[in-house]
């Protein structure tokens, strides 16, 4: 129970430090998979993995990893369906990047 509480910690933190300074530019490829996969083996539904999501996949754009981002965009999509039901601001936020993720 600590470990998933300092896990909790963290990715709230990380989340935070995003939203003041995008990792957009910061991240390699690589650090992105790590990130990822720390995120999903604590995090499959959490509202900070959602939103870590985002900036993961804005900083696989910047990469140029376009399919990457937009899988990343799809996650995100299904995830706030599921959890926040009816229509959002933010979900359709979402699909508007995802639409414009399918035209590049």
């Known amino acids: 129970a600590v470990s998933m509480a300092q896990e909790e910690s963290w990715l709230m933190g990380q ?3 995003w939203d003041a300074a995008s990792p957009r ?6 650090e992105v998979a790590d990130l990822l996969d720390r995120i999903r083996r604590g ?3 959490h509202v900070a ?7 993961l996949a804005a900083a696989l ?10 899988g990343l965009t799809e996650q995100r999509a ?5 959890a926040f039901p ?5 979900h359709a ?9 399918r035209l590049k």
């Open 15 to 17: 989340v935070a430090a």
């Open 25 to 30: 530019d910061q991240l390699t490829e690589a």
């Open 43 to 45: 995090f499959p539904q």
């Open 49 to 55: 993995a959602e939103r870590a999501l985002g900036h």
């Open 61 to 70: 754009f910047a990469l140029g990893k376009l399919r990457e981002a937009e």
């Open 78 to 82: 299904a995830f706030q369906e599921a």
């Open 86 to 90: 009816g229509r959002t601001g933010i």
């Open 93 to 101: 936020w979402t699909l508007e990047s995802l639409a414009d993720l």
